[in-house]
């Protein structure tokens, strides 16, 4: 039962991580660029999910779906302003650029919500469905579901829409798309919005079981980025795989060795899929 | 001898500068794209012919004179919309898509179409190239170099071009497949299309050639008939190797 | 070569120099300097505030009855922003610009240990009145650092006689979950030693501001503990009490160290039941018996008097009891002399008297939450 559970346990983690590392693996594949601000993406959803639903008392779907829309906007307009002025620049600069970025979006939400964090429950988070032992919220079971439903819709949109298509096309060879006339920095803009809007959903799936604080991106930043690695950079459904991986490791990793090993796993295993399969875990051909 | 006149001409350079960043690449260069025609630019390397194709697409910074494309100035119309106009562009060395099948690579090929008869013209392209139809569910990184210099083409022929810039077809293919991407672009021309080529596979490249222009440095040294060229001593010895 | 030995001879004579004009500053008998060596901007800036308005209050109370000797009290600001590295320069400052003749402070323990050096050389007296960390005390009185001064309970005094006399009553087995910094991890060996006859059945360690608790919370139920202790602030023990919730974790006695019997925490809980009877140790809230002060604070800041106030407030009041101590000049070194003297019953506080480490004792605070509120269970002493 404790195995189970830890697993479920697992399968919610890593969902949550699968969202924020799905978008920046999806960027980086497009534009070669590490954006260092999309834990910040996931704060900045998560207080507007709190103003949608709990300020403005929108019904949470309605409030779900407008911080969604808000993010993809939010993301398209990201790239506008912070990236696309650095595109041509080195990876030094485009590093500094997206930093910059979070440390300015951290600042603004200290001003505007202050430090002390902010709930926004909702019915669902506050009611359990128990099994023997097994407890979780029907909020949480809705993350699962909806996250795997998020997946699926991701995964027909790069495989089957022309836009999508054109994003594996440009993170597979950029002078091909100049030649067939695909926009790399609206395909890149794309990814942006997508990436915005997924971390949308994981705000609005997550915000009503945690606090909402302004550092609250920054662990997940860095456990993005260590999935990022283990998946193959700059694939997506390597990173969301990796992303579910280490959420169960990490689960598993608490029940049977210790919990202090927790942040020290998910470094190993990047360094060790660095060592061993540099092209992450599933190698080159799961493109975006 | 005779004369490229502009009446003819769907592409026209009239002293072209072009640059990457501060050294000028080309340094006015003139020449017509006579219609329906394969010209072929030759050169060694570094001379610009590249350029020659991506300053007609506009991917590289003209900083003087003027390109006319079907008699109309394009001086700030974007690479997109020269593209909508007609021109295709197949760049040199691998242009596909490697983990993307042949269709989707086809699909891409279309991407600035947004018209609904695309599938029916994949499916007229792969009856053109029945190698394509036979991977057509493969990865195009599955396919041979000559395959994929096909698959390029006909990624190439979708928008319906009216002018073809391909740059180096032959680069890197066995002789046997050389032949084979040489028949293709005849064949192609056959069909309408202007062809402007760049090629280092002069000899082959100008026995199929109604024209040759020969680029070094950044100028034309001489533009003629593509036999002319060929018969030409100087050009022998300088350019063709021989 | 000459250019960099005349930089040097520069930068010897110039503090030198400097040094002179200050030593002829402290001898004149103008206002006696209290330099308020806090946070009051960053992140921290709350605690810094708080503390200064304390003293400010009662500088002013003992101004209007005449100041000290006939000399009036003043407050001099060097903001450290609980960073060391600005601490020790807003320190020199106070020390040798603002000619602070004692100080309070640091506040923050990392910036404590960083500017104990710089009161030590220059021979200012700094007492601290809410900085926590053991090692200040380690460090201070015999034989160490004899111009620092702890007014507030350290962690380890507070963690010991918590585990003792609170813990080791109340439940037979215990997990522990602590935030994972030095912080947490000497607290929760504190526990661990202090705990004879109860069963420590885990101690695990998360990351401050981790999103999800559920697995180690999975792991806690399994265990089934009578009690589990909380080495957190109030932002991770509401993720861990109200994810408990969700695993299933209910009916555990909840203990804290942190902040955890705070309002802070039951705003953060959806239904203030799920942390009924948590109990955690305090180095000083406001309570009955300091009720007169409550309300002399309000009327004079507009605000309720929280835990920082009060002990600026009593900060400052043990210095003047120590000023008022002192038979001739009052200098750094009398006022250093005088505290190491200082035997005074404070009200509100308790009994003040500083031990050879120069910690003071005074009874401790037990918290507990009930029925939403949180409140004063006992207090015991040290
Ligand atoms: N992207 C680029 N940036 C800077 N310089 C370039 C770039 N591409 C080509 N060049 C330079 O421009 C000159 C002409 O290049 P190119 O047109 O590719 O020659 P060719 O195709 O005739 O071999 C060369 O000196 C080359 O180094
Ligand atoms: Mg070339």
Redesign the interface.
């Known amino acids: 039962m404790v195995i189970l559970a830890q697993l479920i346990n697992g399968l919610a983690t890593g969902g949550l991580y699968a969202l924020v590392a799905a978008g920046i693996a999806m960027i980086f594949g497009v534009s070669e660029l590490v954006n260092w601000a999309h834990g910040e993406f996931l704060m900045i959803a998560s207080y507007l999910f709190f103003a949608l639903y709990v300020l403005a008392r929108l019904p949470y779907p309605i409030a779900g779906l407008c911080t969604m829309l808000l993010m993809l906007a939010f993301g398209a307009l990201f790239q506008m302003i912070v990236i696309r002025p650095v595109v041509h620049r080195p990876w030094q600069t485009q590093l500094v650029a997206t930093l910059g970025a979070s440390i300015f979006l951290i600042n603004s939400a200290i001003v505007v919500f202050g430090t002390f964090p902010r709930r926004a429950a909702t019915p669902l988070s506050m009611q359990n469905l128990t099994i023997g032992s097994l407890s979780i919220s029907y909020q949480r079971l809705l993350l699962i579901g909806l996250t795997l439903f998020a997946f699926f819709v991701l995964h027909m949109f790069i495989h089957r829409a022309k836009l999508g298509k054109a994003m594996r096309a440009v993170s597979q060879n950029r002078d091909a798309c100049v030649a067939v006339g695909i926009d790399i920095q609206l395909i890149v803009l794309t990814a942006f919005a997508i990436g915005g809007s997924l971390v949308g959903l994981a705000a609005a799936l997550y915000a009503p079981l945690g606090n909402i604080t302004p550092l609250m991106g920054i662990p997940l930043t860095f456990k993005a980025f260590a999935v990022v690695i283990m998946g193959g950079f700059g694939s997506v459904n390597g990173a969301v795989a990796s992303a579910v991986i280490l959420g169960v490791v990490e689960a598993f990793t608490i029940q049977f060795l210790s919990s202090a090993y927790v942040d020290a796993m998910s470094f190993l295993m990047m360094l060790t899929v660095l060592v061993w399969r540099p092209f992450g875990l599933f190698g080159r051909q799961v493109g975006i | 001898m005779p004369t490229l006149e502009p009446d003819h001409d769907i592409l026209v350079f009239d002293k072209v500068e072009a640059t990457y960043g501060e050294a000028p690449i080309l340094r006015g260069v003139s020449f017509g794209v006579h219609k329906g025609k394969i010209t072929t630019l030759i050169g060694p390397n570094g001379a610009g012919k590249s350029t020659v194709l991506r300053a007609a ?1 506009g ?1 590289v910074r003209v900083t003087h004179g003027q390109i006319v494309y079907r008699h109309q100035p394009i001086t700030g119309v974007s ?2 919309d020269r ?2 106009k007609g021109m295709a ?3 040199q ?8 099948t042949v269709r ?1 690579n086809l ?3 279309a ?2 179409r947004s018209d609904r008869e695309v599938q029916e013209d994949i499916e007229t392209l792969l009856d053109e190239f029945p190698l394509l139809r036979e991977k057509q569910k493969e990865f195009a990184a599955n396919l041979s170099g000559g395959q994929q210099q096909i698959l ?1 083409m006909a ?2 022929l979708i ?1 319906h071009p009216r002018i073809l810039l391909i740059d180096e077809p032959s680069l890197g293919l066995s002789p046997i497949m050389v032949e084979q991407v040489f028949a293709y672009v005849k064949e192609i021309n056959g069909q309408g299309v202007t062809v402007l080529m760049v090629e280092q596979n002069a000899r082959r490249a100008l026995a199929i050639s109604d024209y040759g222009i020969v680029l070094d440095l950044g100028r034309v040294r001489l533009k003629d008939t593509g036999e002319a060229l060929l018969n030409n001593e100087e050009v022998s010895r300088s350019y063709l190797g021989s | 070569m000459f250019r960099r030995v005349m930089w040097l001879a520069l930068a010897t004579i110039l503090p030198a120099v400097a040094s002179i004009g200050y030593l002829h500053n402290s001898q004149a008998a103008g206002p006696i300097k209290i330099g308020l060596d806090v946070p009051s901007s960053g992140s921290d800036a709350f605690e810094g505030t708080h503390i200064a308005r304390g003293v400010q209050l009662a500088l002013e109370e003992q101004n209007k009855e005449g100041g000290i000797g006939g000399r009036q009290l003043e407050t001099a600001l060097g903001d450290n922003q609980c960073d060391p590295s600005v601490g020790v320069n807003s320190a020199r400052y106070l020390v040798n610009v603002a000619q602070a003749d004692v100080m309070i402070g640091s506040a923050c323990s990392s910036v404590t240990l960083a500017v104990m050096p710089i009161i030590q050389q220059a021979q200012v007296p700094e007492l601290d009145v809410t900085a926590t960390s053991p090692k200040i005390t380690q460090q201070s009185g015999v034989g160490g650092n004899i111009w620092k001064f702890r007014l507030n309970l350290n962690d380890e005094m507070m963690d010991a006689v918590f585990a003792q006399k609170v813990l080791a009553k109340d439940v037979k087995s215990l997990s522990i979950l602590a935030v994972n910094t030095d912080y947490g991890r000497d607290a929760a060996g504190i526990f661990q030693r202090n705990l004879p006859g109860i069963k420590v059945l885990s101690t695990d360690y998360y990351t401050q501001g981790q999103p999800d608790f559920r697995a180690l919370l999975t792991k806690v139920k399994a265990l089934n503990p009578e009690g589990l202790l909380l080495i957190s602030d109030y932002p991770d023990a509401a993720q861990i009490i109200n994810q408990g919730h969700e695993v299933g974790l209910t009916g555990v006695k909840l203990f804290g160290r942190g902040s955890v019997a705070t309002n802070d925490l039951l705003k953060l809980l959806p239904d203030p039941s799920w942390a009924q009877g948590a109990k955690e140790v305090n180095f000083w809230v406001p309570g009955p018996t300091a009720r007169s002060l409550a309300n002399r604070y309000q009327a004079r800041f507009n605000e309720p008097l929280n835990r920082d106030a009060g002990m600026g407030y009593f900060g400052a009041e043990t210095l003047i009891a120590a000023m008022k101590d002192i038979k001739g000049d009052i200098t750094r070194k009398s006022i250093r002399d005088a505290l190491e003297r200082v035997n005074v019953t404070i009200s509100g506080l308790g009994h003040v008297q500083f031990d050879d480490h120069h910690q003071a004792h005074y009874p401790m605070y037990i918290l507990q939450i009930w029925n939403g509120m949180v409140r004063i269970l006992e207090t015991i002493p040290t």
């Open positions: 697409l991917t690479t997109t593209q909508r562009y197949c760049p060395g691998r242009s596909n898509f490697p983990r993307m989707e699909e891409m090929g991407f600035l390029e990624m190439a928008l």
